[in-house]
């Protein structure tokens, strides 16, 4: 193998080298002898002529530098080495230093000088001073520094050719002790100072193609600040080609500075860093550099910054006190560009990482790639890092107010932008440069458009050109939870534009604050927030995405929300909402409902169709639901607020159509309550089965204003149409109804309204009129016109019906007049005019002439049963409640048991209570006359009083029609009297009974009566005196007079004066009748000898003496006990019969003396002895007083 051109062979460069090896040290000393007498011819002619030496020196340098140039001594050494001493060199300009060195030693290089070349070993300067001001011009105080060098082709190679042979001349250069002071008036408005002190700088060379070795220490001071501690050690190695020409130099060594005042080298700094404020610190370097600029340079190391701190908090809020910050690197520089191979900085629990690169960093403004990463810290302790003035107003307000709690951390964090662009972090430009991945754990974040923060948030967010991506984050939105959400935020430095994917289980209480929060619809806020008691689950999957600027015109969702198990109750509705199940799907700001169904308490309910642009102002509604009613638990819902007008139950069948915008929309329902019952205003009486069928159009505004559009209404087989606005019902302030109808059958009729009872009814009513309440408080009007034609209707406050009726109702400012009414009632003919005033309690006034009325068909009250039952507590109907006036005349009828001729009635009915004033009647030949009143208590109870008086009514006519015998008592009767009672049955009534009553009758006959019939079996009067008594079943007994008076206590009627006279005999009774047991208890006399006993009391002064106080020679006396029909009648005892003979002998044994006591009475007696009471005497006598 041939060797290189130019190289020895090897044998012989091997030869070679021994050969030198055996000459080295003889060599060696000829060498140095050659080279002291080569020093000394050269030194010597300088001793020789030092005096014109120095001013020579001075003279050159001055004009080289163009600056003065003087040294005060020059010492050229031979012996102890070839070399110069300069001493006191100093530098100036017009007068002022510039530079001064206390001593310069220069020593000549004996080897080279040997070799034949000329060079120095070692230049040492000590205590060098240099002052070196730059001026707002850039030029220097040293003109040496401000030529200019004229760039023309091989010019560079000459440069680095001359540095190198400028290097040949020098084997080390040393200053010892130095002073550097610097003065920067071209950075800054304020010249800026420093001063290098204790400067040590070594330069020495190792052969003239090999390394240079530069160590620099010192210390670095500005102002009264601690001096900053400079080491720099660095070797050097030139690469040249053949031709000694430079091609490189390759570095290596290291570097440190510690405790350098940042302020000191800021002016340097700053351009190179993205900051706009003055950084405040105390920095420390240690690091190594190695390369050359062909391959390029590497460094590694580290800084710590101590009390770092930024003006007016641009770097970290003002709030957080001075930082310590830890950076370690590794980094390369290849042709102006800075590559970071790794950095890593510490600050208290932050770590952060970087790599990438700097380019064109020789120019203002390089561009910068670098990738950053940082470890998981918490929020709180990264936020006070952040530099509030350096932030927008929106991402200051994110930071401080938004982001609350949590955990961060940096993945593949990327600045791809220039210094400028980081200089302005807070424009929009700047921001598009960032991009990255943002990690996050247990965030609490809280946003101003949302009612609830988001809690335990954990995921990452991804940033790219000023947009935010949201990578599957999860956690909590207040208590509902976020399975996932993900998504993008566009424009992030102002207001964002959002789109994002969100599932999640919602809290429903929460969705429904949210949902109020967002509609802008003030009614459908205000029905939003009256729901209350939610429950149950609603699961969502949709995507959100608006404008934060105009997050209500802007906000829309697409996806799906689900129901589950759903409950709430709305205030106005009472009822709660139950099992809510379905789903609803949205797109943008639309609503799809498909098949919702629930319960409405336990009614099922369902409900499909679409909401349209929800979250604006008015959203449009297209919605039908469908319901089963139970009635019995939705009376109170909004729609129906007048519980004291309306009240319902049964089950109801609904199909609703809602259509339109909610502040203005139409309603077409159908509702078939054929299965319920309900009431409406004490008029309407709806019974279950009745056929019953709306069909309803309405429009709706601002949800509380409805106004009826079309109503038809079918009952059984008829139908009516409702008009009006339903405004004022809805919201509980009135009603406002119109009713019209081609023709109502009664028979539907009286299973509907209240006024009706419920008979086979007939005919039909039409025409139309109008059900107006204001509101609760007012009074109900009505107004129109009805016709009704041969109807056969029951009013429920008679008892009697109305049959084939035809008449004209005008109701006219809420009055009722009612013209041409005829038909027939109760068992005749009548023709009939009216007219009513409807308000809370109305008045009816009636004036009727008829051809037969009977007073029952007028009295309705309850069915008297024998036995009392239970009677359900009711509210009067409308009708009952009013107070009614009827006047009336009827040719013929009944009262209760009295049939007349001939009546007048004037009766008035109010409170309960039916007034009598009076009933004027012709009946059994006479007449009556009745006034007083019944009333209708609680419980059932009947209430009654009435005067009555009866004139000259043919007794015997009487019983044949009220008690339906014949030939009981003939003759005319007088009564007069008061009777009153009450109780919930007839027998009660008759048991409560008080008051009083006379009777009186001339000249009749008894045919038959069972107590006298008994009596007479009794009397045998063949044995007494063979007198023959009346056969009253063959001509019965004529009787003069009768009189009585009673009086009646607790049902009991009693008398102590009842007087029988006929021609025959006397009869007289005391005692009691229990009209409700219809029995006796009476004690009775009977005088038989009326005619013997007249003639006996005649007798002038023996009559009285014969007769007694009685005026009868004879008196017989029973007890009649039991039944009036059948009455227990027994004689009083014989020992009793016998006192009463025995009276009459013992008168007679007495006569004399009782004759002459009598004649000296009968002159004071006038005509009144002759008619003492008989009552009273046959009461002594019935009371056992018998002598």
Known sequence: MSSKPGEPEPTKKKEKHKACSRKTPITVCFLYLTAWVIAFLVALPLLLEKVQLEPLLERVVSKKLGLNFSVDDIDIRIFDGPGVTFSNIIVSKAGKPLASVKQAVVDISLNDALKGTFSFSQILLKKPTIHLVRQKDGTFNVPLLNKKVTKTKGATAGKKITAISALAFFGQVKLEDGVFYWEDNAVGTAPFRTMFTNAQISIARRGLVKSLALKVTGE??????????????????PVLNKEWKLLDVALSGSASIDQLDIKNVWPYIAPHLPLNRKLKGIASWNGNISGSKTSGFLSSGNFVFKDVRLGDGEVFADKVPPQTITINYDTGLDDNTVTINSAKATMGVIELTASG???????????????LGMNEVDLDDIKCYLPEKALTAQQATFLNKNLVAGKIALKNFTFDGDLEKLRKIGT????????GKLSLNEMKISLPTLTYPFLDIAGSITLSQNELYLDSLTGRYGASRLADVSGYLTDIHGWPSFGVYIKADVNLDEAKRILSAKVTSPELKNQIEKIEEVKGNIKVDLTIAGDTADITSTLSMDGEIMFDNVAMRHKSFELPLLNLNGKMEMSQDDFYIENLSWKMGSSPCSVYGTLLNAFQKDPKLD???KSTMSLDKISDIWLMKFSDIYTQTGTAKMEMSVRGNVSHFKVSQKLDMTEAEYRLANVIQKQNGLKNIYALELSVTNLNKLKTDRLLVDIGESRFEVNGDLGAFANGKGIDLTFSSDGMLFDDMDRFFKVLDDIDGGGYISGAFSLKKESPKKEVKLLGTLRLENANFKLSIFSGIFREANGIFELVNNKLFLRDANGRFGNGKFTLSANAVFKAKPIFNINMEAESLDLKDFLRTHKLEETREKVEKKKPGYLARGEWNIKGTSQKGKIGIISYDNLNLTMRFANDTFNMAPINLSAYGGSITIDGELRILGNGMIGFGYNFKAQDIEMNDYMEDALKTKEVISGKLNLTGHVKGKGATIDLMKRSLAGSLSISSDEGVIHKFTVFSKIFSLL????????????????????NNIKADFKLSSGIARTENLMIDSEAMRISAVGDYNVADAAIDMKIGVMPFRTI????????????????????????YFTAEGPVGGPNVKAIPLQSIAGGIGGLLKRIMELPVNAAKAMGEVLQKDEKAGSNNAGTQQKEILEGQVD
């Not at 009264?224 to 501690?229: N, T």
């Open 1020 to 1039: 045998n009067v063949s044995q007494y005196f063979k007198l023959k008594f009346p056969d009253l079943a063959v001509h019965g007994m004529p009787f």
């Open 623 to 625: 919605i039908t639901i």
């Open 357 to 371: 690169t700097a380019k064109e960093i020789n120019t203002p403004n390089p561009k910068i790639l670098v990738t």
């Open 428 to 435: 929009p430009e700047s921001l598009r440069a960032f991009s």
């Open 220 to 237: 670095l001071k500005t102002g009264g600040v601690p001096p900053a501690l400079l080491d720099i050690d660095i070797k050097a190695n």
């Open 1093 to 1116: 006993d007249r003639l006996a009391t005649s007798i002038p002064m023996f009559g009285e003496v014969l007769t007694g106080e009685n005026k009868a020679l004879l008196g017989l």
